[in-house]
Every structure is written in C-alpha cells, then in structure tokens.
C-alpha cells in the first residue's frame, strides 16, 4: 500500500478543484490510499465556508507530511512563486529536513494563475527547490500524455505539473482538458509512490 497525500491551498476554488481531480487520478491506482488536506490563510480568516466541501476537508499539519509515501502540492501562483500560504507551511518543515524524514519520498507540484503566462511553469520549478531540499523525489508529466499537447484550447498545465488559468476575475472554471492533465499527474504520482513503497 502507498500512501499519497493531496495538499493545497486554494482562495477562490480554482486550485481545490485541480486537488480534487489529482486526487481522483490517484485513487484510480490499485493499492494507493489518498487522502485531501489543505493548507489554511494567512493573516485572514478561514474562506471555506461552514458547509461547504473545502469545510469538510482536514487542515494539514506541516510534520504529518512524513507520514507519505507520495506528496502532490498544489498552489495559486503569487509573481511566479508560491503563494505565501503555502511558503509558511514548507517553512515549518525544517524538523523534518533535519532528520531526513522526506528523502526518497515522491514530490510533485500543480498550479493555478490567473493569466495564461502567469508563471505557472517558474512557480513549479521554484517549488521544487524545496523539495530537493527535503531529498525528495520529484515527479512531473510526460508528453505521452496528451492533454499536455492538445493545442485547440487555452489550457494550463505542463510537463512540470498540471494547471490551470483562473481569468483575472477568477470566473474561469477549470477545462476537462486541464482536468485530464491533473488526473494524469495523481495517477502517475501513485504509480511511482506504489513502485517504491507499495
């Protein structure tokens, strides 16, 4: 069995939606175990709203992160980085760098931004910083996936994660091809966490 933990942060739904969908592609792996937490705000109250399906899901504590065989992080970009939400969690995982509780576990990242070249791909590959940081595996998609090569719509998502593009005035919803490309990135994810753990 291994076990694959889907975390996020998300302020307007745009990235929990891509959670959700990594989320399903994991679990379509026979002998993965996936389970959604999030990652509260900063400085501001709580936007999930009581009732609703971000309210149902757990708040992450940065030290359970050793508790995974598989980690995918998801965050809205902030000028091509990630946002400060999810830099503040990471930032209390040095215990667990100190004591080498994430090498050798896989790691990989998706995204949301609200313009089309809105640093998607810089906010992943800065990310990944971390992640090798903390001696992690990484992975990503590769272009046999087709969604990452379909060319007849605007869409998110790169051989470095999934993603997607919010709109400046966040009423964009998530495409189905941005859905298949984050589907893609879970069940890879699981497949490698298996190979190594399971």
């Known amino acids: 069995m291994a076990r694959v933990l889907v975390l996020y942060y998300s302020e307007q739904g745009h990235t929990e939606q891509m959670a959700m969908a990594v989320a399903h592609g994991a679990r379509t792996v026979q002998g993965t175990e996936v389970t959604i937490k999030r990652v509260l705000p900063l400085g501001k109250p709580d936007t999930a709203k009581p009732g609703s399906a971000a309210s149902q899901i757990e708040i992450a504590d940065p030290l359970e992160l050793k508790d995974y065989d598989g980690i995918i992080f998801g965050t809205p970009t902030r000028f091509g980085n990630m ?3 999810m ?3 990471l930032d209390q995982t040095g ?3 100190a004591a080498g509780a994430l090498v050798g576990r896989v790691g990989s990242v998706f995204v949301s931004s609200s313009t089309q070249h809105g640093g998607q791909e810089t906010t992943i590959t800065s990310f990944h910083t971390t992640l ?3 001696g992690m595996i990484i992975v990503g998609i590769p272009y046999t996936e ?4 379909n060319t007849s719509e605007v869409s998110g998502g790169s051989p470095y994660g999934a993603g997607t593009i919010t709109a400046s005035d966040d009423r964009r919803q998530p495409s189905d091809n941005e859905f298949d490309i984050a589907e893609a990135q879970g069940r890879r994810v699981a497949n490698v966490a298996l190979r190594l753990y399971g």
């Open 146 to 149: 087709l969604a990452l090569v």
């Open 132 to 134: 090798l940081h903390h």
């Open 95 to 97: 215990p667990l760098w």
């Open 83 to 85: 946002c400060a939400e």
């Open 87 to 89: 830099r503040y969690f």
